[in-house]
């Protein structure tokens, strides 16, 4: 069976800290993609990131990271040096490859204080 | 400008009565998704279509019912069997090219 989780419902931190958000997944399957997406406030979600599981580089965009490890099924997203406008719910998902379905984690909650 | 829309933002009914929630996608993506949201929540999947003219049922297909008769279009129909229909509704769409879905910006539902 094919499951994610993010443990973390909730996290607070004040602006300019560094924050990471974990998630942990569950395949058997060979060849999947992962991806993190943003929902703000207004409800659109907003895709941040795929990786794909032949890949394990991690990447850097601006203030956003990813560590994506293989070895303990875990794509763990860092945001460095919080904004209040980071301030939204985090989603990460999983999509084997060969299907169209999408198996969605829980969510992390993450409030930036000013 | 390509996107998914989804209309109308919010929509208010009585109990008992079918509502139809739309959605439009004009990324030339060939999937289509229907996902449901309840405050605190994540997000639970209730239809989605691979191609058109089918689809498959989601985790929480009770209640509501769609179609795909044509590429861009995947209207949600919430019927009164829906013993708890008051959430918030979101579309989504995906390539198989590119993996990622890309999604609307949602219907609030409120049914009383």
């Known amino acids: 069976a094919q499951k994610v989780t993010q443990a973390q419902t909730e996290i607070s931190v004040v602006e300019k800290e560094d924050v990471t958000l974990d998630c942990v997944y569950e395949?058997?399957?060979?060849?999947?993609?992962l991806f993190w997406y943003k929902q703000p406030p207004s409800g659109e979600l907003v895709f941040l990131i795929r990786?794909?599981?032949?890949?394990?580089q991690n990447e850097i965009s601006g203030r956003y990271s990813w560590n994506f490890q293989k070895s303990t099924s875990s794509f763990n997203f860092t945001i460095t040096a919080s904004q209040v406008v980071d301030s939204a719910v985090y989603f990460c998902a999983l999509r084997l490859s060969g299907t169209y379905k999408y198996i969605f984690g829980t969510g992390t909650r993450l409030k930036v204080l000013a | 400008d390509g996107g998914i829309t989804q209309s109308p933002k919010y929509l208010f009914r009585k109990e008992g009565q079918n509502v139809t929630l739309s959605c439009e996608q004009n990324l030339n993506h060939d999937a289509m998704y229907w996902y449901r949201q309840d405050p605190g929540q994540g997000l639970r999947l209730i239809y989605y279509s691979q191609i058109v003219n089918d689809f498959q049922k989601g985790d929480i297909a009770e209640g509501y019912s769609v179609s795909r008769e044509k590429k861009e279009s995947f209207p949600l129909t919430v019927t009164s069997a829906q013993k708890n229909p008051t959430a918030f509704y979101l579309c989504a769409s995906s390539s198989s090219g590119t993996h990622e879905q890309y999604f609307g910006p949602g219907t609030r539902l409120t049914v009383t």
């Open positions: 395949t058997r399957d060979t060849t999947y993609y």
């Open positions: 990786r794909n599981s032949f890949d394990e």
